[in-house]
């Protein structure tokens, strides 16, 4: 999708430090990480958000986990821990309106879900 952040990052047109690809998946460190271990996992196609995913994505889905799985040991953050953080919508503070999961570690993470 044109002037899509990620879409950009798929096609190479933005620089980006990647850690994962395949033909439907990618994974890159984020620009700003919250901490130590800060990875964003998305699909190539285009979905704006969770609100997009349809009864044919759940495959997709459980491949990007699976993928998360993956990219956890590799980091070595799986023995530690970590969180796996999809926001949506203006509530749920989504700037980059194409569906990322944030994999978040390699620091204990403080234990509001909210504030
Ligand atoms: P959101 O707030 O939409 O859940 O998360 C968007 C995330 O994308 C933010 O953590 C932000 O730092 C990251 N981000 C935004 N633009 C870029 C970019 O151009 N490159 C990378 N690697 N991350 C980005
Ligand atoms: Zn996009």
């Known amino acids: 999708m044109e002037d899509c952040i990620f879409c950009k990052i798929i096609k190479g047109e933005i620089p980006s430090n990647k850690v994962y690809e395949d033909e439907e998946i990618l994974a890159f460190r984020d620009i700003n990480p919250v901490a130590p271990v800060h990875i964003l996992v998305i699909p190539k196609k285009h979905l704006n958000s969770v609100l997009d995913l349809n009864k044919e994505d759940e495959i997709l889905v459980g491949k990007i986990y699976t993928i998360i799985n993956k990219i ?29 999961f944030h994999i978040i570690g390699g620091k204990k993470l403080g234990t509001k879900i909210c504030e």
């Open 72 to 100: 956890a040991k590799e980091e070595n953050i799986d023995k530690t821990g970590f969180r796996v953080v999809v926001n949506c919508g203006e509530d749920g503070g989504q700037e980059v309106k194409h569906l990322h």
